[in-house]
């Protein structure tokens, strides 16, 4: 079977400078697969550069069988891909339904109201703040809003750059609940994530990036078993 996303040789970086230095990667459809690695690594690079918000200047990316080296942002959405970034998620002033529309914009969906009700069966707790400012809720919700704005283009593979960055312990097993919900929707989902151990042990692959370069990749359940990888990159603790 062909990978949903293939990248192959992935140079990219800012003002000429490199940060990913030759980047291999496939993640197969209906998976979870994780990237992990020390900040500084390339991560957000590396998602950044797929979704075509970071210039390339090697090496390509395949998606669902097409090659979608060079396209834009603009054009990767209706294709079926979707980015939740780091930091700065939502938009604070806009209501939680007016973010979620915004999730609308580059590629609309057949049936607004049916993607809109089915993206808030997911996220319940939404539903009470619709009408709310979004930078009035939570961390958790509003991770949840930025999440549901990224799905309301009705993606293929979503792109979640730490999704549980700053959430308690608590709202971070609720959104990894959450992304198996996601992937049982039929979203392939590559995700960043700190939470190393947590993350690996929901997920089908893992990726581990270290300057710039793929360390080792792996199954998740094999990566957390690894000694190299349990040494350096998950505090050495047995899994
Ligand atoms: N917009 C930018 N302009 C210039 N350099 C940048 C930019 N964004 C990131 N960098 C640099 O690229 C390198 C990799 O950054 P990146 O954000 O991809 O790392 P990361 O692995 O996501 O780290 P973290 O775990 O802290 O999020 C860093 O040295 C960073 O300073
Ligand atoms: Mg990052």
């Known amino acids: 079977m062909s990978a949903l996303l293939s990248v192959k040789g992935l140079v990219a970086g800012y003002g000429g400078v490199p940060i990913i230095e030759g980047i291999n990667l496939d993640v197969q459809d209906h998976e979870i697969s994780v990237i992990i690695g020390p900040n500084g690594a390339g991560k957000s690079t590396l998602l950044k550069t797929i979704f075509a918000l970071t210039a390339r200047s090697e090496g390509g ?3 669902a069988g097409k090659d979608i080296t060079g396209l834009k942002t603009a054009e990767l959405v209706p294709l079926g891909i979707s980015m939740v970034p780091q ?3 939502v938009f604070p002033t806009l209501t939680v339904d007016e973010n979620l529309d915004v999730g609308t914009y580059a590629a609309p969906p057949k049936d607004k109201e049916a993607v809109r009700e089915s993206v808030l069966a997911l996220f319940p707790d939404l539903r009470d703040k619709l009408g709310q400012p979004a930078g009035e809720l939570s961390g958790g919700q509003r991770q949840m809003v930025a999440m549901g704005r990224a799905l309301m283009s009705e993606p293929k593979l979503l792109l979640l750059d730490e999704p549980t ?3 308690s312990p608590a709202y971070l097993e609720i959104i990894f609940d959450l992304l198996l919900d996601i992937r049982k929707r039929g979203v392939t989902i590559l995700m ?5 151990k947590q993350a690996l042990r929901i997920a089908d692959n893992g990726h581990v990036l270290v300057s710039g370069k793929n360390f080792i990749s792996g199954a998740g359940e094999a990566l957390l078993n690894d000694d190299a990888v349990r040494r350096s990159f998950l505090g050495g603790a047995a899994a």
Request: hydrophobic share 45%.
């Open 61 to 63: 990316i395949d998606f």
């Open 87 to 89: 930091s700065r998620n």
């Open 165 to 167: 960055a700053g959430l």
């Open 192 to 196: 960043v994530e700190q939470n190393a």
